[in-house]
């Protein structure tokens, strides 16, 4: 099982439509490929996380790369895992614009702020940290 890590800038200002059409397409092909994980997006930036088998997660991010819709993307991490941080979920998206201000300021003081928004961490364990911030506060 192998797990990457990327972020993104969106060429377009992101909002609930546009990850929502992203991840239409994307759940039917993760179900396909064996794919779980989870797309953050901020205003401006995407942050994914892809776990699979280590050819579907490969596959699946060379042409995430090469989608128009985002650039200046960046490799968090890519590994080797026992095993799935987000199994059922197909994708599953998050928007750090739908959150109470209360939560996004939390996110802001513990890993950091650009232009008003949360900043996407450059390390793994800080990534893997922040969903679990976001997953604990949603329910
Ligand atoms: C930020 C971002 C995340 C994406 N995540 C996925 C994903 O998890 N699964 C997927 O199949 N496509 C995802 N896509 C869409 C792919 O880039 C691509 O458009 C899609 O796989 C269709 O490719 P195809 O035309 O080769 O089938 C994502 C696109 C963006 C911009």
Redesign the pocket.
């Known amino acids: 099982m192998y797990r990457l890590i990327y972020k993104?800038r969106?060429i377009e200002p992101i909002d609930w439509d546009l990850v929502s059409a992203?991840?239409e397409?994307?759940?039917?092909?993760?179900v396909e490929?064996g794919?779980t994980?989870v797309?953050l997006?901020s205003g401006t930036h995407?942050l994914?996380v892809?776990e699979g088998s280590f050819e579907g997660v490969n596959a699946?991010y060379c042409?995430?790369?090469?989608?128009p819709?985002?650039d200046e993307i960046q490799l968090v991490s890519f590994s080797c895992v026992e095993e799935r941080l987000f199994e059922g979920w197909?994708?599953h998206g998050l928007g750090l614009f739908n959150f109470n201000h209360e939560l996004a300021q939390q996110l802001m003081a513990t890993y950091g702020e650009r232009d008003g928004e949360v900043r996407f961490p450059n390390q793994e364990w800080q990534v893997l940290a922040m969903i679990n911030d976001i997953r604990r506060s949603d329910t």
């Open positions: 993104s969106s992203i991840l397409t994307s759940k039917a092909q993760n490929r794919i994980g797309l997006a995407f994914q892809l699946l042409a995430i790369v090469r989608d819709r985002h197909a994708m």
